[in-house]
């Protein structure tokens, strides 16, 4: 066996920073030439029709496996709720610093992929957008946080009335549910 060294120890990298570097990278790709621009904030969202409601829970299963393989590896859980609904929650420490609101890259990453797949599902809809505080944090933190991550999405294209309300989250992570709609 090796005696360790310095030199060794340097060589190695922490899982945690190579999840960070692989999460953040994927802010990085091209984009798509099928993916059409984001609808104005102003305009109002047009109606479901019949082959949107049919094709809704074909898609979100699509849609979380396409996320899942962005995200293979890292800490970001993504996970089909039920026919309807997909989760995504991303550990806090990945998402913003002690004390503060600001997204880090690593969550806008994952928003900016979201807001992907919510221009290729037009039925989809983000029912919960929730933040946590720090450790030992006040809702009011929490809060901040989760409308940061609601402005996020909106700078992304997506339209108001595809998001919902800003919420304290339930475990140390931010929270996001994408589901179709049932209009």
Not at 91 to 120: H, I, N, Y
Not at 129 to 156: M, T
């Given at each position: ?60 299963a699509a849609e979380r496996q396409w996320l899942s393989s962005w995200f293979k590896g890292t800490p970001v859980k993504i996970r089909q709720v039920d026919e309807n609904a997909i989760a ?96």
């Open positions: 066996m090796r005696p360790q060294t310095a030199e060794s120890d340097a060589m190695r990298t922490p899982t945690f920073l190579v999840v960070l570097l692989v999460v953040a990278g994927c802010t990085s790709t091209p984009p798509s030439s099928t993916t059409s621009a984001p609808a104005p904030a102003s305009t109002p969202a047009p109606a479901p029709t019949p082959d949107q409601r049919a094709a809704a829970p074909a898609n979100l995504i929650d991303v550990p806090r420490e990945f998402c913003f610093d002690q004390g503060g609101s600001k997204v880090k890259p690593a969550l806008g990453a994952v928003l900016d992929k979201m807001t992907q797949s919510l221009q290729r599902v037009p039925i989809a809809q983000v029912t919960l957008i929730a933040a946590p505080g720090d450790a030992k944090g006040s809702d009011e933190l929490a809060l901040k946080r989760a409308a940061q991550v609601q402005q996020h999405l909106r700078n992304a294209g997506v339209r108001a009335d595809r998001l919902g309300k800003p919420s304290v989250a339930s475990a140390p992570a931010v929270q996001l549910r994408m589901e179709a709609s049932s209009l």
